[in-house]
């Protein structure tokens, strides 16, 4: 009898635990709606108008849809303070604010892989392997304003997240830049490539991305300005967060002049900025 007790409460045990890891996403998207729809503190309302003038110009319903989200990402992404940095509210919320940016349109979660984004006073000192002639690799130290790692992480610099944020319309943005690598890594190394949603989609993704791409190398091999930053031609996932920095920064000039650009990012982040 004792035997068969304990079987019992074996069972339920496990069918209990089962229960709970399967529903575990459900209860995730729950809490989300939860803290999505609490009410926006007036002190960060204040700090975002003043910190990141880009989400004045947004239409009413995507300042509320920004704001939602900002409330996720602050409650699951801690934000760290390296080299003796405080990490303040002003630097929380205009981090998540231009994080945030890039899933207005979709619904992608709220980086799913990113664990935690770790904040300097100014630029850093990452050890990197380089490509060089022949064939050969050469490590050294390289100086950077921001890095998306896989592991769940993404480096900033603080003063360069500043100005980029409240001078905006230049066409650079290390937070959107940084974690456009973030949306390129869901699922594996960054390839400029993020997940889409059809082959058909791939199709027209792969073709006008490679296109560009290709145009924007004959450029700099001919010494000729324009719009798209030369480090856009380091490789196809540097091309992307850099065109990603201009389709929000600079929405209509690359209309203008990379019109299916522009139209496949609009498809991609399911926005159109030159309506804001």
């Known amino acids: 009898m004792t035997q068969i007790l304990i079987a019992v409460a074996v069972l339920l045990a496990t069918g209990a635990g089962a229960w709970w890891l399967a529903s575990a996403p459900w209860r995730r998207h729950r809490q989300r709606l939860h803290l999505a729809r609490q009410p926006f503190p007036a002190q ?38 390296c080299r003796g ?8 919320i205009t981090i998540a604010a231009l994080a945030c940016l890039p899933l207005l349109g979709a619904a992608r979660g709220v980086y799913p892989e990113l664990r935690q984004v770790l904040l300097y006073p100014s630029s850093f000192v990452v050890e990197r392997a380089e490509p ?25 610099a603080w003063d360069e997240v500043l100005r980029n944020a409240v001078q905006p319309g230049d066409g650079h943005n290390v937070v959107i830049h940084e974690f456009a690598h973030q949306l390129d890594q869901a699922g594996g190394p960054a ?35 324009g719009l798209i930053d030369p480090y856009a031609a380091t490789n196809p996932a540097e091309f992307f967060a850099v065109v990603s920095e201009l ?22 982040y399911r926005l159109n900025p030159l309506s804001w």
């Open 44 to 81: 960060w309302r204040h700090l975002l108008r003043r910190q990141v003038p880009l989400f004045t110009r947004l239409p009413a319903d995507l300042q509320l849809r920004l704001k939602g989200l900002m409330q996720v990402f602050l409650a699951e992404k801690p934000i760290i303070g």
């Open 85 to 92: 940095l405080v990490v303040t509210d002003e630097m929380r």
């Open 132 to 156: 060089t002639a022949g064939g050969l690799v050469h490590e050294g130290p390289r100086v950077l304003a921001g890095e998306s790692w896989s592991q769940g992480q993404v480096l900033l």
């Open 191 to 225: 390839n400029g490539a993020p997940q889409l949603a059809s082959r058909a989609e791939y199709a027209e993704w792969s073709r006008v991305m490679q296109t560009e791409f290709d145009r924007l190398q004959q450029r700099l091999a001919r010494g000729e300005p």
């Open 247 to 268: 389709f929000f920064e600079q929405p209509t000039a690359l209309a203008a002049y990379h019109p299916a650009l522009y139209r496949v990012l609009s498809g991609y």
